[in-house]
């Protein structure tokens, strides 16, 4: 396969050997060059032969470099080629709970191996061919970030409709036997795979440990739109705080024998159990942050370390701030220490309830533009109304609904900043003059 080389970086070792913008890059040490794994893989040599095609005429031309030194060639994409699309009808499948006439990109469902290094997206392993496999462990790429689920195989297949989903557990053992960093997800789902069958996955996802760095156990999302799928409840207090018992009492005597609790339950659980979220001992080194695992205290704990550290000297500021149900009560108790330090600071928060997907969807990233501007409509927002930047798709200013950040800001009359999960960001902004 040839790839399309976008651009080479002036005054790079592909630069001074004549490369350019067009050329198509065939191999590099008569190795086939088929995305940007196989290039960062095969261009860390130090004597290159990099094969290109020019024109209709095949070159060959040998570049050398220092071992750290870049090549110096661009490209369309980091994958090069199509991004490969899911296999599995997984009956927790959130993307089969949305409605129709979204944008057509949110439908898809990637499941590839490249972007989990790339990028940190889940995979399930079903995708993978043998080669595939032998790849990442020839290439050491890692961590790789595993949905799993269940290591149940055959409630596995069931869970993920593909006959390949039990079988392919066998390649967790392969890499962590090779070194190969792993981190894993449980979507768990009410009667499925929790009780006794998460107690299950969590001791043979153990026994690969160091292989295995982390187990986070997340729960389904239920939207509104489930008619014609398979039948899924939602956690509740009582088959929540089950699953915060099972993981905690594993992590427990996991850390007595190896010193890391190495599976969490994500914030939702406590937020559903009505429990009290650990502190940031508990959470270690927050590895699974990204899964919503640890975000609430980690948040509180740096916004309130910025907050005993600062000296805000202006003048009396009014804003407002617009989250989810679940980060409400945070968000709440953050503001409120902002004023008993700082009077002349007020800040209205505001909680969006999802309308859109239905209430029991009560994460930020799930809140659409319409929903915010249908609530926070007619109300005050004084100077400034801060959200959390996982309101926005990765184009930065767009609304899972389509609306735009400018629409919203036109709607409610008030500038708009998205702000990260950062506590140090969110006080920096809170308390800049």
Known sequence: MAVRIKGVIKNSPAYGRGIKDGDMLLSLNRNPVNDFLDYQFYAKEKDILAEFKSGEKIKYTRIKKDEEEELGLEFDSFLMDEQQHCK???????????????????????DDSRLSFLFGNYITLTNLSERDVERIIEMHISPVNISVH?????????MMKNKRAGECLDIIKRFAENGIEINTQLVLCPGINDGEELRYSLEELGKLYPGVKSIAAV??????????????????????????????????????????RLAYAADEFYLKAGREIPDGDYYENYCQIENGVGMWT????????????SNYCGEEKHLSIATGVAAFPLMKEL?????QKYPMVKIDVYQIVNNFFGHSITVAGLVTGKDLINQLKGHNLQSRLLIPDVMLRSEGDIFLDDVSLAEAEKELGVMITPVSSDGYELADIILSE
């Open 335 to 339: 503001c409120t220490h902002v004023s």
């Open 150 to 158: 269940t290591m149940n195989k055959e409630l596995r297949v069931k």
């Open 88 to 110: 599995n009808k997984c009956i927790f499948c959130f993307i089969d709970q949305l409605p129709k006439g979204m944008r057509k990109t949110l439908y898809f469902k990637d």
């Open 298 to 309: 980690s948040t509180k704990e740096e916004f309130l370390s910025a907050l005993e550290n």
């Open 219 to 260: 729960p389904v999302g239920v939207t509104k739109y489930r008619e014609g799928l398979f039948e899924m409840h939602e956690y509740n207090r009582e088959t929540a705080g089950a699953v915060i018992d099972i993981i905690t009492s594993f992590g427990d005597s996991f850390k007595e024998k190896n010193g890391t």
